[in-house]
């Protein structure tokens, strides 16, 4: 199968971006989208087609749908063509030979571009910092029946955690939101009694860390469901809304020392 391939190349956040086109032949059907771009860069680098030799740079880690590294915006879809797809997994027989392929890097204010495809990502880590964890004692390991919890809570906690914190929701949305994340972050301890003690305080200081960083605000438009990789519902931006809520109503938030306490 023969590609033409439309790249966004940019040296850093400050430089000037643009397209470049390169075109690439015999690629098997069974190649994924991830592989085929490693040749493209072989035939960079032997082939020297351009001076200096300046191969792409792209994410990639574990390429199996779970680490959630590989982020590109492949003919305008976060992570290409396929649903429920990441972009590690998808393969060159999704397309047609021939095909224009445009590629992209997630394109938002809190995602400053480092090279071409590659984006810091940094900016949900931060978030993550302000209270995606629970607090516990260290010692012996608990019974895993100690604590009771329904099958209904738990499916929809695992649902939640499946989030892999890839960005394709930012990517999707026109506000650059992440909300979806925050939202499938703390549900997934909203819903399970682990959870409870810090409940109020984490989606406060989650939240708030989210609007300090820049992302933008949710306008209900269902792109980053629709879009995301692992399909988390916004169902749940719903639940961190009523968390929120309820953590404003019933919780004066004090001046947090040392983490929770």
Known sequence: ???????????????????????????????SF??????????????????????????????????????????????????GTTVCQVHMRKFQDGDAIVIEPWRAKAFPIIKDLMVDRSAFDKIIQEGGYISASTGGVPDANSILVSKEYADMAMDAAACIGCGACVAACKNASAML????KVSQFALLPQGHPEAKRRVQAMVSKMDELGFGSCTNTYACEAECPKNISVEHIARMNREFLKSKLTHAEKKRIGGFG
Not at 4 to 20: C, D, H, M, Y
């Open 1 to 31: 199968m023969n590609f033409t391939l439309k790249i966004w190349r940019q040296e850093n956040s400050k430089a000037k971006g643009r397209f470049k086109t390169y075109k690439i032949e015999n690629i098997s059907p069974d190649c």
């Open 34 to 83: 991830l592989e085929m771009l490693d040749i493209l860069n072989e035939k960079l680098i032997h082939d020297k087609i351009e001076l200096p030799v300046d191969p792409v740079a792209f994410d990639h880690d574990c390429r199996e749908g779970i680490c959630g590294m590989c982020s590109l915006y492949i003919n305008g879809h976060p992570h290409g063509p396929e649903q």
């Open 181 to 184: 994340f925050v939202a499938a």
